[in-house]
């Protein structure tokens, strides 16, 4: 059953995946970038989905921006 109410935002981050493989920390623009594509999540979201596998390599840098839980998969138990 889907929930019409529901709500959902798609933000593709195109430069994280390649910034993740190389060396996340090695990024001076990483903040810079993060904070940009974190911006365009409406004030009313609860709940992230992390929708690539390289973003829970940075889940803890995306939770700590935004204090939105986020899903470690698409599962109902995660």
Known sequence: MIDTELNVKEI?????PMMIETGWDTFD??????????AE???????L???CTHYPLIRKD?????KIKSCRSCS???
């Not at 623009?29 to 974190?38: A, P």
């Not at 409406?42 to 709940?47: G, M, R, S």
């Open 76 to 78: 109902a138990n995660s």
């Open 41 to 47: 999540i409406p004030k009313n979201v609860d709940t």
């Open 62 to 66: 995306i939770e700590d921006r935004t």
């Open 12 to 16: 593709a981050c195109v430069e994280f």
């Open 29 to 38: 623009n990483r903040e810079e970038l993060l904070n940009k594509y974190l």
């Open 49 to 51: 989905v992390l929708g």
